[in-house]
C-alpha cells in the first residue's frame, strides 16, 4: 500500500475514489463542524444514523463533491483516541473503503491531530494496512489489501517541513512494522502441507537475502552432529525433516550488546505419539507463529536499519506420530547437555526451544527473548485476549511491557515462584517436559528458562492470541502476526540499551 503525506488546501479538491473525514462527538454537539460539513452531517446527527462515535463509519455518496464517488464518515468519539483506539479507527475505514470498492482513499486529517506527527502517522499507517488484510483464499483470486492501492494523509492547513518530516517518517515506521506483521500473518496462515519446516527456511533465506543479511541453516544431519537432542527428537517422526534457522541482523561496528529472538517454529502439532484429539487441530497450522514473528521483525530491521544487533533463531520441525517418532519415557540429551525425560510428546514447543536458546547464545545472545505458541493453559488464563510472559529479569520484562503498551498488544506477566520450577523435577534426568496440568503456562516458561543460564531472558506464550476465531480490533479472523509490533518497538527504543547509545557506553567511546 502506498501513503502519502501532504498539506494545504481543501482535501475536497483532491481526486480520489472517497475522502474520508473523521468527526468528533463535541463537534457534532457544539456544532462546531467545517461549514462545508455542517449542513450534511448534523441531520444525519438529528436522525441517530451519525453521531461521531468512535469506530462509527457512514457512507455518504458525494454529491456535489465532483472529486470524489463517496464520503466516508469515520466517528472519533470523545476527544482524542488512544493510540490502539486510533489504530483500530483506521482500520474500520480501510474495511469501509473497501466495501466501497475504493482504491484511493485521501484521509482529510484534522488540526487537533497534526502535532501529534510521527506517532499518529504511524499509528494510522498500521491500523490502515493491518486492518486491510485478509487470509488469501485458494480458489478466489483476491487483490491486495482489498483492492485499497494508495491513502492520502491529508491535512488542509499548510504545514511546515518539520510536521511533514514526522508525518514522513511515521509513515515509513508504520508501513514496516505493519507489512512485517502482514509477513508472519501470511506465513502462518499457510497450511501444513504448504510449509514444512524446509520451506519455512526457505521463506526465511528469502527474507534475509532481501536485506543481505547472513543466515544459515542446518538440515536434519547438521542438527545431529550438533547435539540438538531435542529438535531431532521431535522432528523425528515426519517425513519432513527438522531445520534449525539462524539469521545475524548486525546494526553496529561490533557485534555486541546481542538481542537474541528465538520463535517456536513446529509447522504443525499434532501431538505426535501424545495424539491431540480431532477437534481443531487444524488451528495447528499456526503452531510457527512464533517463528513468523521473529522472521517479520527481521524483515522490519532489514527495512529501518537501526544500529543494533540481532540474532534471530527459529527451530523448525513437524510434529507427527509415526513409527519413527519419539514417544513417553524417552530421554533425550538437548544441545546444552541437559538430559530431558519425555513425558508428552505433546509437550514439543519446550523441547526445541531449549537446543534453540543454546543456539543463539553460541550465537552471542546475551539477552533473549523467545516467542512461542507454548500452551492451552495460557488460554484459561488469558483467552485470546493476552500474551502470557515469564521471565528471569524484571526490569527487562518492565521494558518489554512499556513497549506493549505502544504497540497496543497486551502481554500479561505471569507469576513465577520456586515451587512451579520443583515441579519439573524428573526422577531420571535433568528436568522433565511436562509437569501436570496445573500452572502448565508457568511451568512450561520456565522449562524453557533453564536454558537461558541465568542470562536475562523474556518468555511470551503467544498460543491464545497468535490465531484468532473471529476478527477483533486491527486483525482479521485467522492468524494476527502478534508481537511483530511490541519487539520492534522494543528494540528500536533507543532508552532500552539495545541501541548505539548503549554499545557507544560499555566501548568508552
Ligand atoms: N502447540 C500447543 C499449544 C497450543 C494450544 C497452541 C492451543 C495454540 C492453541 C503445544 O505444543 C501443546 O500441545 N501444549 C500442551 C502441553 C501439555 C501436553 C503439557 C497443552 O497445552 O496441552
Ligand atoms: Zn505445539
Ligand atoms: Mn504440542
Request: proline share 4%; aromatic share 6%.
Amino acid at each position: 500500500m502506498l501513503i502519502e503525506w501532504n498539506s494545504g488546501g481543501s482535501s475536497a479538491a483532491i481526486t480520489s475514489d472517497a475522502l474520508c473525514v473523521i468527526v468528533s462527538e463535541a463537534e457534532l454537539e457544539h456544532g462546531s463542524l467545517p461549514v462545508e460539513w455542517k449542513a450534511r452531517i448534523e441531520p444525519l446527527a438529528k436522525a441517530g444514523l451519525f453521531t461521531g462515535k468512535l469506530n462509527q463509519t457512514y457512507i455518504l455518496t458525494a454529491g456535489d463533491l465532483p472529486n470524489h464517488s463517496v464520503v466516508i464518515l469515520a466517528g472519533s468519539g470523545k476527544g482524542i483516541p488512544e493510540a490502539e483506539e486510533m489504530r483500530v479507527l483506521a482500520a474500520q475505514v480501510s474495511r469501509a473503503a473497501i466495501r466501497q470498492k475504493v482504491s484511493v482513499l485521501v484521509i482529510q486529517i484534522p488540526e487537533v491531530l497534526m502535532s501529534h506527527g510521527a506517532g499518529m502517522a504511524q499509528t494510522l499507517t498500521e491500523g490502515l494496512v493491518l486492518g486491510s488484510y485478509r487470509r488469501k483464499h485458494y480458489k478466489q483470486e483476491q487483490p491486495l489489501y482489498g483492492g485499497l492501492t494508495s491513502v492520502v494523509f491529508h491535512m488542509e492547513q499548510q504545514t511546515g517541513e518539520a510536521v511533514n518530516n514526522s508525518w514522513n517518517q511515521g509513515i515509513q515506521r508504520g508501513l514496516a512494522f505493519a507489512e512485517a506483521t502482514n509477513l508472519a500473518r501470511d506465513l502462518t496462515n499457510l497450511p501444513g502441507n504448504l510449509l514444512t519446516p524446509s520451506t519455512l527456511a526457505a521463506a526465511a533465506i528469502e527474507v534475509a537475502e532481501r536485506h543481505g543479511l547472513p543466515a544459515e541453516v542446518l538440515d536434519e544431519r547438521e542438527i545431529e552432529q550438533k547435539g540438538m537432542g531435542g529438535l531431532l527428537a521431535v522432528g523425528k517422526g515426519s517425513v519432513h525433516p527438522p531445520r534449525m534457522i539462524a539469521i545475524r541482523y548486525q546494526g553496529t561496528g561490533d557485534w555486541e550488546n546481542v538481542v537474541g529472538i528465538v520463535g517456536k517454529g513446529i509447522t504443525f502439532d499434532t501431538g505426535g505419539i501424545s495424539l491431540k484429539r480431532a477437534p481443531g487441530m487444524e488451528d495447528m497450522i499456526s503452531d510457527m507463529g512464533g517463528a513468523a514473528a521473529v522472521l517479520g521483525v527481521i524483515d522490519a530491521l532489514g527495512r529501518l536499519r537501526p544500529r543494533i544487533n540481532v540474532v534471530m533463531v527459529i527451530p523448525a520441525a513437524e510434529n507427527m506420530p509415526s513409527a519413527a517418532a519419539f514417544k513417553p519415557g524417552d530421554v533425550i540429551t538437548s544441545l546444552s547437555g541437559r538430559t530431558v525425560e519425555v513425558l508428552n510428546t505433546d509437550a514439543e514447543g519446550r523441547i526445541v526451544l531449549g537446543d534453540a536458546l543454546t543456539y543463539a547464545m553460541e550465537w552471542g545472545a546475551e539477552r533473549i527473548i523467545d516467542v512461542a505458541t507454548l500452551t492451552g493453559a495460557v488460554l484459561s488464563i488469558l483467552g485470546d485476549i493476552a500474551t502470557g510472559a515469564v521471565t528471569n529479569d524484571e526490569p527487562f520484562l518492565q521494558e518489554l511491557l512499556a513497549a506493549s503498551r505502544l504497540s497496543g498488544e497486551k502481554i500479561w506477566p505471569l507469576p513465577v515462584y520456586p515451587e512451579f520450577r520443583e515441579m519439573l523435577r524428573s526422577e531420571v534426568a535433568d528436568i522433565r517436559n511436562a509437569a501436570g496440568r496445573f500452572g502448565g503456562a508457568t511451568t512450561a516458561g520456565l522449562f524453557i528458562g533453564e536454558f537461558a543460564e541465568g542470562r536475562p531472558w523474556i518468555h511470551l506464550d503467544i498460543a491464545g492470541t497468535a490465531f484468532l476465531s473471529k476478527e477483533r480490533g486491527v486483525n482479521a479472523k485467522g492468524a494476527t502476526g502478534v508481537m511483530v509490533r511490541t519487539l520492534l518497538e522494543y528494540l528500536l527504543n533507543p532508552s532500552n540499551g539495545t541501541g548505539s547509545e548503549h554499545a557507544a557506553a560499555s566501548t568508552g567511546n
